[in-house]
């Protein structure tokens, strides 16, 4: 007489799908629940329809086989319960009847899956979140003697207005930075700060914002609200909000309303290019907008990156992984919506991409975290569109090189040269002031700077 499978006294997962027991011939009852773990643990690693198939039989009896003397092989009383039903009812009765068994057993089943799954997780999640933790907290502490005078700026200059509130979330909050001389309507720009859309905080922008007001530029870095308390669109919301309130409220503060540039870096780059393409089809379409593509002087993008779709697996391989990613991106149906390239190629939109303003989009050619590709791409694409629009490569610079590395080596940033004429093009008494312009004090020692792009986990 065959020993009887022992029960698993776990409650049922109603998520899962049941188990069906077979009854097949020759089999050979599991003896314990460890015995039934460890089986599970082996067909865990194959796909559901396998798993499926091979718990069959190993949940069965040989209730129906003979013996060699033709005597039926005695069975036990749940099996015999059941075919004595079987000849008399429904396999939907069936299923009803042996439910608590096979819940049972489906949830060993699914423990000791799950168990090896969340683990296998842990240690390649585990270990890649370890790794690039220990980089940025070697990078942080190489740049640190940089960031403590940055902060110390950020929090003691009177050039710097924080915490100005443009909406009603969390969050929605934008601190400017304004120059000393306040003589005369200054050029405005909206910047949005990276993060990876996780993140992102309107102080990553205080070095940025302290270059740019020494040349009489108004910055606004307007904040917004990061996964996973909010995704994408949320995102996109906040940062149109922003430049809506920047349109609206900045001739209070010395800026020039008909001259105010978008800027992003990184995700924010990306999260700013996804505001500009969503407000120009409004536009186009005749949609009612809080402010106007028009009266966007310029849009620069800073290593960030505009099809979604190029990017998925480069994330993937990155860290950022897929299904991270795709929840962050509202489902992979959103791809679309999010990539600024993609939308513009669609015909329909082609009215769009006429009332983008002109385009600047800088990157690094050894940047590792959003490939320079991305920003060739959307050039490209732009161009192909009627759009003034150019890519300016920097060589041999990585992600954080152009924003955070060579500001705080002090002297001549390529990168905010480059900027800063295109913003004061045309105005010659600016032009002048900036080639006069002392240069910049290091902020950390170069050999601090190597080592900390070394090891930059970005």
């Known amino acids: 007489m065959q020993r009887p499978i022992l029960p698993i006294s776990n409650p049922s997962l109603k998520s899962l799908p049941s188990i069906v027991t077979s009854e097949a011939a020759g089999t050979v009852p599991l003896r314990s629940e460890n015995e039934l773990a460890s089986t599970c643990l082996l067909i865990s690693q194959q796909s559901e329809d396998e798993k499926v198939d091979q ?124 120059p000393k001389n306040p003589d005369g309507p200054k050029p405005v720009v909206a910047f949005i700060t990276g993060g990876a859309w996780i993140i992102g905080y309107k102080a990553w922008g205080s070095l940025l914002g302290q270059q740019l007001c020494e040349r009489d530029i108004i910055v606004a870095c307007i904040d917004y609200r990061n996964f996973p308390k909010v995704t994408i669109g949320d995102m996109v919301n906040d940062a149109s909000q922003g430049i809506s309130f920047v349109f609206n409220h900045i001739a209070e503060y010395g800026g020039d309303p008909n001259r105010i540039y978008l800027m992003g870096q990184s995700a924010g780059a990306h999260i700013a290019a996804c505001a500009l393409v969503e407000q120009a089809i ?118 954080t090189d152009v924003f955070v590395q060579d500001p705080m080596r002090g002297g001549d940033n390529e990168m905010v040269r480059d900027l800063v004429a295109f913003i004061h093009n045309g105005d010659e008494e600016a032009l002048v002031k900036d080639s006069t312009m002392p240069p910049r004090k290091r902020l950390v020692p170069e050999f601090m700077l190597n080592l900390a792009r070394t090891i930059s986990p970005f």
């Open 55 to 178: 718990v069959k039989p190993l949940l069965s009896t040989s209730a129906d086989s003979t013996s060699t003397n033709g005597t039926a092989a005695a069975a036990p009383k749940f099996y015999q319960k059941r075919r004595r039903r079987t000849a008399s009812s429904s396999s939907l009765s069936d299923d009803f009847e042996a439910r608590s068994s096979e819940d049972r057993i489906g949830h060993a089943l699914s423990e000791t899956y799950l168990m090896r799954l969340k683990l296998c997780r842990y240690i390649g999640l585990g270990y890649k979140f370890i790794t690039r933790l220990v980089a940025i907290t070697f990078y942080s502490f190489l740049i640190f003697p940089g960031f403590i005078r940055v902060a110390y700026y950020y929090y003691s200059s009177r050039q710097v207005r924080r915490d100005i509130v443009y909406g009603n979330q969390p969050r929605n909050k934008l601190d400017l930075y304004l």
């Open 282 to 399: 409004k536009e186009a379409n005749g949609d009612n907008t809080s402010w106007s593509v028009s009266r966007i002087k310029a849009y620069f993008g800073l290593s960030g990156g505009y099809n979604l779709f190029n990017l998925l697996d480069h994330f993937h391989t990155r860290g950022l992984y897929r299904s991270v990613f795709l929840r962050m991106m509202e489902g992979e149906k959103s791809l679309r919506r999010f990539s600024p390239e993609v939308l513009l190629q669609d015909p329909a939109n082609r009215n769009a991409a006429s009332l983008l303003p002109p385009t600047v989009l800088f990157h690094g050619t050894e940047d590792y975290s959003i490939p320079c590709d991305s920003s060739k791409s959307f050039a490209e694409t732009l161009q192909s569109l009627g759009v003034k629009a150019e890519a300016v490569m920097y060589e041999g610079k990585t992600h």
